[in-house]
């Protein structure tokens, strides 16, 4: 039990969550799954506000450069070499611009563009979802916090008169 303990808040937290959103996406019309996408990207870009703005950041940018390919395509010829070379520099890209430390989480950059292909290039649906799963990141973490603070409060037993220092 010691080890799965820690763990009872974040996990009361994204479960709780994690059925709300559903139900609300589901009921909305909105697209579910990306935005559990960016949900993993906060925690794997270190959680707090540093991975929501990093987790968030990468995922935008890899959504823009998905949309860059896109437009591509519809310029030019939508042969698979083309799409195969725009892949390319875009890989590049990816892992380049994560010398800005915004940028710096390469998988979500990765992500981003592949949920954006994953949509079937479904703009306006992608960012919202990113969006909320950015913000479930920050809202399951600080609420799991929350809810392990009352576990870890419920069980430490309250001292009771005999049990009191002597003063």
Excluded: Y
């Excluded at 990468?58 to 998905?66: D, K, R, V």
């Amino acid at each position: 039990m010691n080890t799965v303990k820690p763990l009872l808040g974040i996990g009361i937290s994204v479960g709780v969550l994690a059925g709300v959103w559903t139900f609300a996406s589901v009921e909305l019309t909105l697209i579910t799954w990306v935005a559990f996408v960016a949900w993993a990207c906060f925690f794997a870009a270190g959680g707090g506000t540093t991975g929501l703005a990093k987790g968030l950041a990468a995922n935008l940018a890899g959504i823009f450069w998905g949309w860059a390919i896109s437009q591509g395509l519809e310029t030019i010829s939508a042969s698979t070499l083309a799409l195969a070379l725009m892949v390319t520099v875009v890989g590049f890209v990816l892992c380049i611009e994560a010398a800005l430390p915004l940028l710096s989480f390469i998988p979500g950059g990765f992500a981003g563009t592949a949920v954006f292909f994953g949509t079937g290039f479904d703009l306006s649906g992608v960012l919202v979802a990113v969006v909320a799963g950015a913000v479930l990141g920050i809202v399951s973490e600080r609420l799991g916090a929350m809810v392990q603070s009352a576990i870890d409060g419920a069980s430490h037993p309250a001292r009771t008169a005999d049990a009191a220092p002597a003063s």
